[in-house]
């Protein structure tokens, strides 16, 4: 009787494994896989207010950046830029778009502006403090341009009524 031992080869193996690793690797690197960014992010800071300087009063104010007229790059689309304004005196600083605080995407933006109060479990419910108009990108009169370099914005609003 025959001994119908298999007999492998395990560097040829590890050479075939090799070998789709590369053709992987230089297909990616050939499409793009695993670039970077395909947007120029900028810190954003500034300070909302009233038109007539006063505060907003409320628990949490958001302002968010929503870009306009920026194309979407493949299967990434322009994020819009959010933070919280410190309700004591009217700044933020921090706007985050992919990570933390890393700022608004370089370009024209529609800013919203949001006031809310801490509801009974605890969650913001939306309140009167800024009129509805800022709320929405296509009902907002706010805009802003983000440059490279230092992006400092005054935005103020009007009161509700």
Same mark, same amino acid.
């Given at each position: 009787?025959?001994?119908?031992?298999? @007999?492998?080869?395990?560097?040829?193996?590890?050479?075939?494994?090799?070998?789709?690793?590369?053709?992987?690797?230089?297909?990616?690197?050939?499409?793009?896989?695993?670039?970077?960014?395909?947007?120029?992010?900028?810190?954003?800071?500034?300070?909302?207010?009233?038109? =007539?300087?006063?505060?907003?009063?409320?628990?949490?104010?958001?302002?968010?950046?929503?870009?306009?007229?920026?194309?979407?790059?493949?299967?990434?689309?322009?994020?819009?830029?959010?933070?919280?304004?410190?309700?004591?005196?009217?700044?933020?600083?921090?706007?985050?778009?992919?990570?933390?605080? =890393?700022?608004?995407?370089?370009?024209?933006?529609?800013?919203?502006?949001?006031?809310?109060?801490?509801?009974?479990?605890?969650?913001?419910?939306?309140?009167?403090?800024?009129?509805?108009?800022?709320?929405?990108?296509?009902?907002?009169?706010? @805009?802003? @341009?983000?440059?490279?370099?230092?992006?400092?914005?005054?935005?103020?609003?009007?009161?509700?009524?």
């Amino acid at each position: 009787m025959q001994n119908s031992r298999r @007999e492998s080869h395990p560097p040829l193996r590890f050479l075939e494994y090799l070998r789709a690793g590369l053709v992987l690797g230089a297909i990616c690197v050939l499409a793009g896989c695993g670039g970077g960014a395909p947007f120029t992010i900028e810190p954003v800071s500034g300070k909302v207010t009233y038109k =007539d300087g006063s505060l907003i009063r409320a628990d949490r104010i958001v302002v968010t950046f929503v870009p306009q007229g920026v194309k979407a790059t493949g299967k990434d689309v322009a994020a819009a830029a959010r933070g919280d304004v410190n309700v004591l005196d009217g700044t933020f600083a921090g706007l985050t778009t992919q990570k933390h605080h =890393d700022g608004a995407i370089v370009g024209k933006h529609k800013v919203l502006v949001q006031a809310f109060k801490t509801g009974p479990a605890g969650v913001g419910e939306p309140i009167a403090a800024v009129p509805a108009i800022y709320a929405k990108a296509a009902t907002t009169p706010l @805009e802003e @341009e983000v440059t490279t370099g230092t992006n400092y914005f005054e935005i103020t609003i009007e009161k509700t009524r």
